[in-house]
């Protein structure tokens, strides 16, 4: 979370500012300075105390962290709209899972609320589902964008033209074979990070189905605590670590097709090629 200048914070505040605007309207209104005097000595001792309690700061500290988290849920929702159908069916079915699991357990326990803690890892696995679906379907389409067959016969091409290919030769075409390569493991990389997405993915729609039914079936309220969140929660930090490694490899990935696309050694390939 950001470092705050609590008070400029503390000048912002509603009841700050209409106080002022109020003391400031007497004053006009009396054609005194006396109110201005005590607004601005009541401003000097607000400005002195207010910002610098711990209850204070935790008020403007709360209050950004749900502004951020109202921002992130309506980026989330915008986000699902570009899903295909299936990929907003997924998320929306998982969604109605988790309102079931809360109205299961009112239901089953005749309690009024689901356990914050409950309520707040099913919340934060829905974002992970959606936040890891947007990574696993762009990472698929870009290697659908990709055909892998084509760089395989580049390399089988250039590794013939190797044999007997001058000095001068050699040298762009060993550059150009070790981009290729490269392109391969890159390749390799990204498909098992989506096989590991993918099961992520799964792991996630079956917790969220053995919650549900550890709630319909459970003899006291207290075996849903058994139920191993953290471990979950682990894993999906775990697998968005992994994400983050990865994600600089598609970007090599584009830089490499650059290369690879750039005229000067398109033509300087063709020449050697024919």
Request: aromatic fraction near 8%; glycine fraction near 2%.
């Amino acid at each position: 979370m950001k470092r705050f200048n609590y008070i400029k914070e503390a000048l912002k505040e509603p009841i700050n500012i209409w106080s002022m605007v109020a003391f400031t309207a007497v004053g006009v209104y009396m054609q005194d300075l006396t109110p201005l005097a005590l607004a601005a000595a009541i401003e000097v001792g607000y400005l002195a105390i207010v910002p610098t309690t711990s209850f204070y700061r935790r008020i403007v500290e709360n209050r950004e962290r749900n502004r951020l988290r109202e921002q992130r849920e309506l980026q989330r929702q915008e986000l699902i709209k570009t899903f295909d159908p299936r990929e907003r069916e997924a998320v929306e079915y998982l969604r109605w899972l988790r309102g079931q699991i809360c109205s299961n357990y009112k239901k089953f326990t005749n309690s009024k609320d689901v356990p914050p803690q409950i309520e707040s890892n099913l919340q934060t696995m829905w974002e992970a589902f959606v936040d890891l679906l947007d990574m696993y379907r762009r990472r698929k389409n870009h290697l659908r964008s990709i055909n892998r067959q084509v760089v395989q016969n580049q390399i089988m091409q250039i590794e013939r033209q190797l044999l007997s290919s001058d000095n001068t030769t050699r040298q762009l075409l060993e550059r150009n074979l070790d981009i290729l390569r490269q392109r391969l493991k890159t390749f390799d990389d990204i498909e098992k990070s989506i096989k590991h997405v993918e099961a992520q993915l799964q792991s996630i729609e079956n917790f969220f189905g053995l919650v549900n039914d550890q709630v319909v079936t459970m003899p006291t309220p207290e075996n849903i605590s058994s139920l191993d969140f953290e471990s979950l929660l682990s894993s999906i930090e775990f697998t968005k670590a992994i994400l983050e490694e990865t994600s600089p490899m598609i970007g090599k990935l584009n830089s490499m097709d650059k290369e690879l696309s750039n005229p000067t050694l398109n033509r300087q390939y063709r020449q050697t090629a024919s």
